[in-house]
């Protein structure tokens, strides 16, 4: 019999990460969830807003985050090698 995974959720952010690139996993209304990676810009009034790194700005409600952690910046774009020209 294979064993089972079990996921552990944890929140490990709070308002002072605010700047900081997170990775957030919610719980949307249809049960399912959805992750936002991109920089905390804001968390008062209950709501992170988070800036995804196209430029979207997300507001996600505190209730609904079941897991979250500061995650490294995100890496410079690679640049093209002459090879692939």
Known sequence: MPGRFVARLVVSIS?????QRVS?????????YS???GVLESWSDRTLAVRRRNGEVVE?????????????????PRRRSRAED
């Open 15 to 19: 308002d002072a990460d605010v700047g």
């Open 24 to 32: 957030l996993r919610r719980r949307l209304p249809t049960g399912e």
């Open 35 to 37: 992750d936002v990676v």
């Open 60 to 76: 996600v409600p505190e209730d609904t985050v079941v897991a979250g952690k500061v995650v490294p910046p995100q890496p410079p």
